[in-house]
């Protein structure tokens, strides 16, 4: 790739930008930019002003910048700015590029200096600037100051974050040289998302500040805190000289003065101050444009290629006529109901192999899990066998009866039928479950219609709830008719005649099925639990049992 196609490279991602703003998609895909992250009054918009050249970020105190400033540099002949939100109207007069900043500010942040994570998209022309795109980010505070909330701090904080933890994201830590930068915000917030230091560049302003006898050169030789992309010195204008307006060429000039003169940072001069700075900022994004620009673009195809699909089914769809409206309404449900058929009878386009849903889950809740309820239902024999007792005695009164009484039998058993109930409301109360879940799932295709989603799911989930009522009803009416007529008549109910019946093919089976394998003697020898020595037994092995005999004694 040529030097003129790399210098491409960021105008190319800033129109990306300005597509993505204007489009409101700026989140969906990470393109490649730098975000300029610092305390208040680290000096930020200090920096920013003297590449451009000119004076034309609001200043003051408090939160200043309370919006993302998308600042786009473009090398041109002529110098003037562009807004995104005022497209063909050109400012020459950077007093009004800081006047419409401000305006555009209140206008979605209020005057009670509250803060937005909307960007504003500002693009500067000038024959001064180096092609650039960077994010000025509002400044770490710690205390709200006028209407602010009191959680400014970490709304400040969430904002910054949404921005520097992007793989595609540089970070421009700007911190003060007259701080602990050990204390730094901006290095700490770094630290977090990017421990290893590869996407961090440093920058130390304020280095005419600091005490006399102090200097910043362990830092700016990358030997205190090491970063990848290593630091830069930078100085700005004071207060002072912005009120006296001072011009940004004459202190460019003193800036670079000052790093020539002064003993701990002579020999490192060529690296220091704003237009290196400027300069290491061009090649680091082009060069990080180059490098993710591969995968940007496979997630970009992606992106298209999932649109394109909506597009084509949704290409004859005309918003102003209602009859389109109402077919596509009509096909959208069709559609959920194909699939929540599809989901409890099987066969649908996509297979979940991860867990059981739908009618699978339903299928194994009737043949599993009620199963197990019952089984799981506490029966103690010896309770139950003094019941029967009870039972039979309280029936018979003072009389001694001879045979079991069916007032008896019924009473124990209907009591027995009645524990019915509670696994059988519970699979149904499973059953709701997994079929409010399937809703759920099959609504998931009409996620770009909410308002169709939400109505959907509450009209067949109070269907459901509905039919939860009658199914309940319908279960313990069923289990009140097994409780109100035993039927001993019935072919599975085993009564005395078939009990008896029963023993007599079972006594028969035993008879039949237990075949002698083998017999004879049997001598056991050295056994301590038997007093002198060993002892023959005439043994029998049988199919079911073995059996052994010593004179008129059996032993199993």
Same mark, same amino acid.
């Given at each position: ?341 599809? *989901?409890?009878?099987?066969?649908? @386009? $996509? !297979?979940?192999? &991860? ?6 889950? #339903? %299928? ?102 509905? *039919?939860?009522?009658?199914?309940? @009803? $319908? !279960?313990?009416? &069923? ?6 007529? #035993? %039927? ?69």
């Amino acid at each position: 790739m040529g030097n003129r196609e790399m210098e491409e490279l960021i105008p190319l991602v800033n129109r990306l930008q300005d597509a993505f703003s204007a489009l409101g998609q700026s989140c969906l895909l990470e393109l490649p930019q730098i975000a300029v992250v610092g305390g208040q009054s680290a000096g930020k918009s200090s920096v920013l002003e003297n590449f451009v050249g000119r004076d034309f970020l609001p200043r003051g105190s408090g939160i200043v910048t309370r919006r993302p400033l998308v600042l786009q540099l473009v090398t041109s002949k002529a110098e003037y700015a562009e807004f995104l939100h005022c497209k063909g109207k050109k400012f020459t007069d950077f007093d009004e590029v800081r006047h419409e900043i401000e305006v555009e500010t209140d206008r979605v942040t209020g005057m009670n200096k509250g803060i937005s994570s909307v960007p504003i998209n500002l693009r500067v022309y000038s024959p001064h600037v180096l092609n650039l795109t960077l994010i000025d980010l509002p400044g770490i505070t710690k205390v709200p100051v006028g209407d602010q909330p009191p959680d400014i701090e970490y709304q400040i904080r969430e904002m910054i974050m949404q921005f520097i933890t992007r793989e595609n994201c540089l970070i421009l830590a700007v911190t003060p040289a007259n701080t602990d930068l050990a204390n730094s915000d901006a290095l700490k917030l770094a630290k977090e998302v990017d421990p290893q230091g590869l996407r961090t560049i440093g920058v130390i302003t304020k280095l005419d500040l600091m005490d006399e006898g102090t200097d910043a050169r362990d830092v700016l030789e990358n030997k205190l805190l090491p970063l990848r992309r290593g630091y830069i010195g930078v100085v700005n204008r004071s207060q002072k000289d912005i009120d006296g307006k001072k011009d940004i060429k004459a202190a460019m000039l003193a800036e670079r003065k000052f790093f020539l003169s002064h003993p701990a940072y002579r020999h490192i001069a060529d690296r220091m101050g704003t237009p290196h700075l400027q300069k290491v900022l061009n090649q680091q994004l082009t060069n990080h444009i180059r490098d993710t620009l591969p995968n940007f673009r496979n997630k970009l195809q992606g992106q298209l290629l999932s649109i394109e699909h909506e597009v084509e089914a949704y290409k004859n769809f005309k918003p102003e006529d209602p009859t389109r409206k109402t077919k596509a309404l009509l096909q959208m449900v069709q559609q959920f109901a194909v699939d929540f058929e599809k *989901r409890i009878e099987g066969s649908g @386009d $996509q !297979v979940d192999t &991860l867990e059981l849903s739908g009618g699978a889950k #339903i %299928n194994r809740i009737f043949h599993e899990r009620f199963p197990f309820e019952i089984v799981k239902m506490e029966f103690n024999e010896k309770e139950l066998r003094r019941e029967i007792s009870y039972a039979i005695k309280n029936i018979h009164g003072i009389r001694t009866g001879l045979f079991t009484p069916d007032m008896a039998f019924e009473a124990i058993v209907k009591k027995q039928i009645v524990k019915l109930k509670g696994p059988s409301l519970k699979s149904v109360d499973l059953v709701i479950q997994e079929l409010i879940n399937t809703v759920k799932k099959c609504t998931k295709k009409l996620a770009n219609f909410p308002r169709l989603c939400e109505e959907t799911e509450r009209i067949v989930a109070n269907h459901i709830r509905e *039919r939860e009522g009658k199914t309940k @009803d $319908q !279960v313990l009416l &069923l289990i009140d008719i097994q409780v109100s007529y #035993i %039927n001993t008549n019935h072919e599975d109910f085993i009564g005395f005649a078939n009990a008896q019946q029963r023993s007599s093919q079972v006594h028969k089976k035993n008879t039949i099925g237990n075949q002698v394998i083998r017999k004879g003697w049997l001598t056991i020898s050295n056994i301590g639990i038997m007093k002198g020595g060993s002892k023959g037994y005439w043994f029998v092995l049988t199919a079911e049992s073995l059996s052994w005999y010593k004179d008129d004694e059996k032993t199993w």
